[in-house]
């Protein structure tokens, strides 16, 4: 990512897809300004990354 803070925004966008029943099955680690690609299932439609644009390696 460019910054921590554009990390860390797309860790948090992970988590509340998370919170609303979406599963990681691959990545989803944050070390400062790495996110690791990430796979994400069972993603609800009203979920922030289906939503929005994520610019970032999130494939839901």
């Known amino acids: 990512m460019i910054d921590e803070p554009a990390a860390k925004y797309l860790e948090d966008v992970v988590n509340k897809a998370v919170a609303q ?3 990681v099955r691959i990545g989803g ?3 400062g300004a790495l996110l ?3 796979v994400i ?3 609800p ?3 922030q990354m289906v939503v929005q644009e994520s ?3 999130l494939a839901p």
């Open 36 to 38: 690791e690609p990430t």
């Open 45 to 47: 439609r009203d979920a």
């Open 55 to 57: 610019f970032g390696p």
């Open 21 to 23: 029943g979406a599963k």
């Open 41 to 43: 299932t069972d993603v």
């Open 29 to 31: 680690r944050r070390t």
